[in-house]
């Protein structure tokens, strides 16, 4: 952990409180007259079905942004009036202590978590029914998200529940992240670096998808980041055309490239980073064609990043360099700006250029419209301006996947543009993308992503083992 980070996470707790302030404050411009609590609940500890195991737990992001805090069976109300916000913790259970030890206590909790008051959930009821709005009953709401309100929960004090405004503002709130959040992202990145440079020390002597998988992992939990913020794809050859390709299992024998998407979580917060590197230490002529043209494709689209700029025009933007790069390898044939038009490069390049990140890998706010009868636009999963203080991924990709580009070879509006013979030198190469994760200023950018992705040092590491 680099020391500015570690300084900010060490001193401060998780900034719960101005959170809470900020999500009240959004639903007060949606609703100038908006009252009454926030409820929100944390996740509940579940057993596996037919079996007396826990489901591994994950903290619910909508409860965690609002306190800070890790703890299953948790709730929280937040008076938006008074700006009060109470964690409520469970009690302890006699019976688990033996075999779980001796849980989080109220005081404890109100030293760890950024929040005014601490009580047991046992007490939740009673303390929502003593809400006094006073002279704003008549308005008084209780603002709560319906499918995480347990059954035993009543809010019988207040002239009405909102069920949908709750949800939507804290969607929109964790859009722009503030400097521990932004912290938390950024070591999460260190270690995922870290453990993208243990797979590339690895992959020589490596014979299976899985090892890899598992030299990612170790790595991770060794620095202290025990969950990942998804399942990693790990892709050898023809695998990584698949976009989520989860098997990771396959051998290594005879493949070119390794596709690695993979990060850690530190905190609740994630990271999403891909690299792809030649399995035997250095890229295949084609491999590495097809490498620089996505390199460029990253700092091309990168560079265009500052508070403002509109993610949809960055991913346009995306394609055309794509369309350049295929018609040097004379993959594409005929004009750039009829190739765009047609939009041909899809079939290369199928997916958007980025999402927003933070709790979630694929986080709130995007505006995604997966309905858009332009497929060109149809997976960008961020629409319009970017604000500052986002973190979005820039991860363009170029991809040989039959299933979906062989479609393009007989389509009388695409085919004209596709040389088949260049093609079929190109489909073992399997596919080819590059992801960071950018902090959006209000001047331009910072790259928060740390890990190796010039060829020379890529392949330098392999080769020292």
Known sequence: MDKTTEILLSNNKYPAKAHAAKVA??????SPSANGIIYLEGQKTRLIEDNDEPVPFRQRRYFFYLSGCNLPDSCLTYDIHTQHLTLFIPPIDPDSVIWSGLPVSPAQALQLYDV?????????????????AGADRAR?????????????????????????????AIDACRVVKDAYEIALVRHANAVSAAAHTAVLRAVLRAT??????????????????????????????TNAATLHYQRNDAALAGKLNLLLDAGAEWRCYASDVTRTFPVRGRFSAESRAVYDVVLRMQRECTALITAGVVWDAVHARAHEVAIEGLLGLGILKGGKADIFAKRTSVAFFPHGLGHYLGMDTHDTGGGADYADPDG??????????LPAGSVVTVEPGIYFCRFIVE?????????????KEVLDRYWEVGGVRIEDNVLVTQDGYENLTT???????MERIINSG
């Open 140 to 168: 008084s709401c209780a603002w709560a998200i319906p499918a995480q309100v347990s059954d035993a929960i009543t809010f019988l004090a207040f002239e009405r529940i909102d069920a949908t405004g709750l949800k939507a």
């Open 407 to 419: 479609p393009y070879l007989v389509d009388p509006v695409h085919k004209e543009h596709i040389d």
């Open 116 to 132: 005014d008051d601490v009580r047991l959930t046992s007490d939740i009821n009673t303390v929502l029914a003593s809400h006094d």
């Open 208 to 237: 299976n998808e899985r090892e890899l998988d598992a030299v990612f992992l170790e790595r991770c939990v060794a620095l202290g980041a025990r969950e990942q913020a998804y399942h990693a794809i790990v892709a050898a050859g």
């Open 451 to 457: 890990a190796v992705k010039d060829v020379e040092e």
């Open 25 to 30: 404050s959004y639903l007060k411009s949606k």
């Open 376 to 385: 060109m636009f149809r997976y960008l999963r961020v629409r319009g301006p």
